[in-house]
């Protein structure tokens, strides 16, 4: 059989097919592998800086600058640390990585966290402040007011103003607490007038002339300011120095005043 022949034939027919076939299978396999080398920058490495201490947007930058993108995968909070600038980065500085690649970072918080303030009156000092504590917040001064109830806080404070239960303070914030003490002698003190006062300027009247703030009567729990409409002991009267004072408070504006009318006619 002459090649002519052979050529023609039907075995030569299916060897061609299966030359064919190679052909193709390694030149799919060739395509690949050059394909996969660029797609995954094959040999192609870089060294990944420190971007930890940057503001994100300015590690962005300097990232994609080297050939790497970045990704913020947490968020903390470091009072050590400036807000907003990325604190840990996964590779980390001074490795090698190929090009391409994200560098995954933690970052500070952009704002300070806050954390509710509990209802500290009437306990202890000490476990006053480790409450505090607990929640980030650092008692800056004690004032010692005094009062019929030793060691006991009577109020907290922020700028000379009352913190109410449940406020919101940031992290980190001081506070003072007002804390009561024996009065050891027998001076007095002249109780001021507190009708038509909200809650808030009856509390800090109080303080102010040594006295402390004893019950408070509120008709209901409601949203809606209220205000003194009754107190005892009424104001006027000379009360022993860290005595109580009782509060009663109504949304009926009318109420303190219709009470107080009642009170002038007494006298």
């Not at 060897?15 to 030149?27: D, F, N, P």
Request: net charge negative.
């Amino acid at each position: 059989m002459d090649f002519r022949t052979f050529w023609n034939s039907n075995f030569a027919f299916v060897l061609k097919m299966l030359l064919l076939a190679v052909v193709v299978v390694v030149g799919i396999v060739i395509a690949a592998n050059y394909w996969l080398r660029d797609y995954t920058h094959h040999g192609e490495e870089v060294v990944v800086p420190d971007v930890t201490g940057m503001y994100v947007e300015e590690a962005r930058v300097h990232l994609s600058s080297c050939e790497l993108g970045m990704q913020v995968v947490d968020s903390t909070y470091n009072s050590a640390v400036p807000l907003g600038t990325i604190i840990e980065q996964n590779p980390p500085a001074m490795a090698s990585t190929k090009a391409g690649r994200a560098v995954y970072v933690v970052m500070n918080s952009r704002m300070v966290p806050t954390v509710s303030i509990p209802d500290l009156h009437d306990i202890s000092y000490r476990q006053a402040e480790a409450t505090l504590r607990s929640l980030g917040i650092e008692v800056s001064e004690v004032i010692y007011q005094p009062s019929e109830y030793n060691g006991l806080v009577l109020d907290v404070t922020l700028d000379d103003e009352p913190i109410q239960p449940q406020q919101k303070l940031p992290i980190g914030s001081t506070v003072v607490l007002v804390v009561g003490q024996n009065a050891e002698s027998e001076e007095t003190v002249y109780v001021p007038q507190l009708h038509g006062m909200t809650l808030e300027d009856a509390r800090r009247t109080i303080l102010k002339n040594s006295l402390v703030v004893g019950a408070i009567n509120q008709e209901a729990q409601t949203d809606k300011e209220q205000y003194v409409y009754h107190q005892q002991p009424e104001a006027g009267k000379w009360v022993q120095l860290g005595s109580s004072v009782t509060l009663y408070l109504s949304t009926d504006t009318n109420k303190h005043i219709e009470q107080q009318n009642t009170e002038e006619d007494f006298f």
